[in-house]
């Protein structure tokens, strides 16, 4: 069996197996060629061939034993109906058809795949190229990460917008990620069965939630994606992220359903292990030593990769490897990890 569905499956392994967030991306000079070949980021996600490659590029250069499908977690709210742009420089731009909160705007569940269709076959492609040695992971963004891209129409450093909705109309905010989860879980099924091993919700906003609505609008959409999921296929484990939940990490834990919990760079890994029961932990190494290198980050890795010793762990970043990273520095990581 692959060594990351090892871990996942609860087996604590000697050598943890590795992956990074955002693998695939700007800091590959690989990926800048094909991303300006692509024209825009959109063409990339949805040109499978492109997507496929991108994906492909990380695990030819540095033999991760995991990669992650190429795409972008607000796919989703475009394929609901909203208009969606990316500004250089600048980010993602989201704009409703009719009025913002309009959810009869929305396009029904059985019309989304005219838009994700080509995510599909770019997993069918990953299937059949990456090494048998490789798990695939698919994934997608958690229901309230998403509603807050929808709720401002970019993104916000303190996720204002939905959260002035959430607290002023929280039956219609609950409409909302209603609507999203239902997507998501059908987005992740397919994804599967095209031939995703792993999924993983990226709950990349989770710390903007206070502990009741972290409950609701986090740890339930979780829940419901999950039991959903578990229900069509059962033997396909699931990765939560709940980026900046703080101890809310351990009520997530408990009542999410997932097989695996990634760890932001905060969350200490002795309380974790202790906190977050027999789940298997993924990360969390501060991107910010991908830059920095040397044996700073030689030596953060050993800590890390020996703290979860005698736990099911799979290695990674507390958040995803930014553009200014040194491709080097991905090679001595994995050195100071493997040997």
């Avoid at 690989?30 to 590029?57: H, I, M, N, W």
């Avoid at 509603?147 to 607290?167: C, I, K, S």
């Avoid at 970043?317 to 491709?327: E, M, S």
Wanted: hydrophobic residues 45%; proline residues 8%.
């Amino acid at each position: 069996m692959k060594t990351l569905l090892r871990v996942l499956r609860g087996e604590a392994l000697p050598t943890p197996p590795v992956w990074l967030m955002r693998q695939a991306g700007r800091y590959l000079p690989e990926y800048r060629a094909t991303r300006a070949k692509a024209g825009s980021f959109l063409d990339l996600c949805y040109t499978p061939e492109l997507a496929e490659e991108v994906t492909l590029q990380p695990i030819r250069r540095f033999g991760f034993d995991a990669a992650i499908l190429f795409a972008d977690i607000l796919l989703i709210p475009q394929s609901l109906g909203l208009d969606l742009s990316f500004v250089e420089g600048e980010g993602p731009r989201l704009a409703w058809r009719r009025e913002p909160r309009d959810l009869g705007s929305l396009r029904p569940l059985d019309e989304i795949d005219e838009t994700l269709s080509p995510v599909y076959e770019t997993v069918r492609r990953l299937s059949r190229s990456l090494p048998a040695e490789t798990t695939l992971i698919g994934f997608a963004g958690a229901p309230w990460t998403v509603a807050t891209y929808m709720a401002a129409g970019r993104g916000t450093p303190d996720q204002g917008p939905a959260r002035r909705w959430m607290f002023g109309d929280p039956d219609g905010f609950a409409e909302l990620i209603d609507r999203v989860t239902d997507a998501t879980i059908h987005y992740l099924s397919c994804q599967i069965e095209a031939g995703a091993e792993v999924v993983k919700i990226f709950d990349s906003w989770a710390g903007a939630l206070t502990p009741p609505m972290f409950e609701r609008f986090a740890i339930r959409p979780a829940a419901r994606i999950a039991a959903a999921l578990k229900e069509r296929h059962p033997d396909v484990p699931i990765i939560g992220f709940p980026r900046g939940a703080g101890a809310l990490y351990r009520d997530f834990a408990r009542g999410a359903g997932v097989d695996a919990i990634a760890l932001d760079s905060q969350v200490p890994l002795g309380w974790a292990r202790g906190a977050l029961g027999d789940v298997a932990l993924q990360g969390n190494l501060d991107p910010m030593l991908m830059v920095v290198g040397g044996t700073a980050l030689e030596a953060e890795a050993r800590r890390i990769r020996d703290e979860m010793a005698g736990h099911p762990h799979i290695f990674n970043l507390g958040h995803g490897i930014t553009p200014d990273a040194d491709p080097a520095n991905v090679d001595r990581l994995l050195k100071a990890i493997r040997g």
